[in-house]
């Protein structure tokens, strides 16, 4: 089914559905005698939504796994990285945008006095908070849960629970911009702006609109579609022209990094695949601005 404008969804629709599937990437990442990444709860979350094809997929029964394996690792460590950086730099506000199946507020080790707000539908934020406790597993640090849709007034929202823009914060935006309508990107990237204090900073997918074609959310669909998914990207993301992230926000003062794929897959030891959607994504990669003093 297509976007509408004020849909929702659960972890088994829509683009829930995409969340449960980059957790069982995680799920099937963190497996074996050498895991790749360690996501000790995403097995577990993935069990409980029931998509038999994302079961497969998270115990290693899926076809080309060792793909996604890497995929998924190279993607979780530098989101990890960005946020545990910033965390042993001192930032004690972390905020994940669209948290899905997300576990870093249990999985990684925050410093003392950290707080991890995560913001995503209300249902998925009942879905993931109720399976979590029901299995005994406690956050590691001050977990502030809100379900908010992003594009209602989350700002406000984040403020309501004890959010503080007067103080440095940690934002990650990870596989959510392509979501969005292009508007709406800009808006969300501009409330991170007004949100967020000197020393902070924000890591997401650095996109390459020209290569980001329905023909790639196609393909990458179809390829997924023969291992039982039955999610369509060309109906989940959002056409039309969109400014690239870092351009919308180095306008606003931020300064800006860009990781490619490649250089992201060298520096975490992998080669980078050449038979593989992401040699269809031209410039594409990953994303880190900073908030320098006004």
Do not use: C
Not at 3 to 20: C, E, N, P, Y
Not at 155 to 161: G, T, V
């Amino acid at each position: 089914m297509s976007r509408t404008d004020g849909d929702s969804w659960d972890l088994a629709t829509s683009v829930g559905a995409t969340a449960t599937s980059v957790a069982a990437s995680r799920a099937a990442a963190s497996r074996g005698p050498d895991p790749l990444i360690d996501d000790p709860y995403a097995q577990l979350l993935v069990d409980a939504v029931g998509m038999p094809e994302f079961t497969a997929l998270a115990r290693g029964d899926a076809e080309a796994l060792d793909g996604a394996r890497e995929y998924i690792a190279v993607r979780s460590r530098f989101f990890d990285s960005a946020l545990t950086d910033a965390a042993s730099a001192g930032v004690r506000q972390i905020v994940i945008l669209a948290s899905g199946l997300d576990t870093r507020a249990y999985r990684l080790s925050w410093p003392a006095g950290t707080t991890v707000f995560e913001l995503d539908q209300p249902r998925v934020i009942e879905f993931k908070t109720r399976v979590l406790s029901d299995a005994g597993v406690t956050p590691s640090a001050h977990r502030v849960a809100i379900g908010v849709d992003l594009r209602d007034d989350w700002p406000q929202a984040l403020r309501d629970n004890g959010f503080d823009p007067g103080q440095p914060s940690a934002w990650i935006a990870e596989g959510l911009l392509i979501y969005l309508p292009p508007d709406a990107q800009d808006r969300l990237l501009d409330h991170i702006g007004e949100l967020s204090a000197p020393g902070s900073v924000l890591a997401t997918e650095h996109m390459d609109t020209g290569a980001m074609t329905a023909d790639w959310a196609k393909e990458f669909s179809e390829r997924s579609r023969r291992r039982g998914s039955t999610i369509d990207l060309s109906e989940l993301f959002y056409a039309g022209e969109r400014t690239p992230a870092g351009d919308h926000l180095a306008r606003a003062g931020w300064r800006i990094d860009v990781l490619s794929n490649a250089d992201a897959y060298a520096a975490q030891g992998f080669t980078p695949p050449t038979d593989n959607l992401l040699s269809m994504l031209g410039d594409s990669g990953y994303l880190t601005a900073r908030r320098q003093e006004w």
